[in-house]
């Protein structure tokens, strides 16, 4: 069965250090999504792409970046973690060559703690 | 732009009782709205989907949602709640091509025995 996978499950990191989480999706979709999930705020888009050599931001890119090298993989590197930055990260994937209208399948989610 | 309201962060209903999820819209064109559920430690998964036609919308596990244009409502339902609807539950919208999906802050869902 096809699946989106993420790695690690759980991390924790120093202030300062560079951490890329890991995702990869067998759907063979195009459209790729990183969210942040804080109490309070939901879900927040972070970065997406809509194929291979697209990337975009989202509306918290600030400290995080992604490339998109083939169509399974997109990780996200955060390039100096600071403690705001604490969070449970989604990765998700849709099909639709629109990008919006078909439902988004969720990875099982990445627990990062900086301290 | 688009933007999504859930009325009520934590919801208590007793195990049997009508379930009742409220989620607001704002969408300057025909939006395309869903429900996800999102059950502890795992990522969200979709309940169902709003995009043309009928404006009642069935969903897995029981629950349904109608879409009305009029009061820019997209509730969500379920008539009797069972002990494993326990969990959070997210109302998202789009207005299609390459528009993002805007969540909402979710609710949580508790079932009382």
């Known amino acids: 069965d096809a699946e989106i996978t993420q790695s690690p499950r759980h991390k924790i990191t120093e202030t300062g250090r560079q951490v890329t989480l890991a995702c990869h999706q067998t759907?063979?979709?195009?459209?790729m999504f990183w969210y942040r999930q804080d109490l309070g705020h939901g879900l927040r888009l972070i970065h997406y792409?809509?194929?291979?050599?697209?990337?975009n931001k989202g509306e918290v890119s600030d400290g995080y970046s992604v490339s998109r090298s083939n169509t399974e993989d997109l990780p996200l590197t955060l390039e100096s973690a600071a403690s705001s930055q604490t969070s449970v990260y989604f990765c998700?994937?849709?099909?639709?060559?629109?990008?919006?209208?078909?439902?988004?399948?969720f990875g099982p989610g990445t627990r990062l703690t900086v301290t | 732009a688009q933007s999504v309201t859930q009325l009520g962060s934590h919801v208590s209903v007793s195990e049997g009782a009508l379930v009742l999820l409220r989620c607001n819209y704002s969408s300057s064109v025909p939006p395309y709205l869903f429900w996800y559920v999102q059950y502890p430690n795992q990522g969200l998964q979709l309940l169902l989907k709003?995009?043309?036609?009928?404006?009642l919308v069935k969903g897995i596990n029981g629950f349904e949602a109608e879409f009305k244009k009029s009061e820019t409502s997209f509730h969500l339902t379920k008539p009797s709640a069972h002990m494993s609807d326990a969990a959070e539950y997210f109302c998202?919208?789009?207005?299609?091509?390459?528009?993002?999906?805007?969540f909402g802050i979710g609710t949580k869902l508790q079932v009382i025995p």
């Open positions: 759907w063979n979709h195009n459209n």
């Open positions: 998202a919208v789009t207005r299609g091509g390459y528009q993002k999906v805007t």
């Open positions: 998700a994937s849709s099909g639709s060559l629109a990008g919006g209208i078909d439902e988004q399948y």
């Open positions: 709003y995009t043309t036609g009928a404006t």
């Open positions: 792409s809509y194929g291979v050599q697209d990337t």
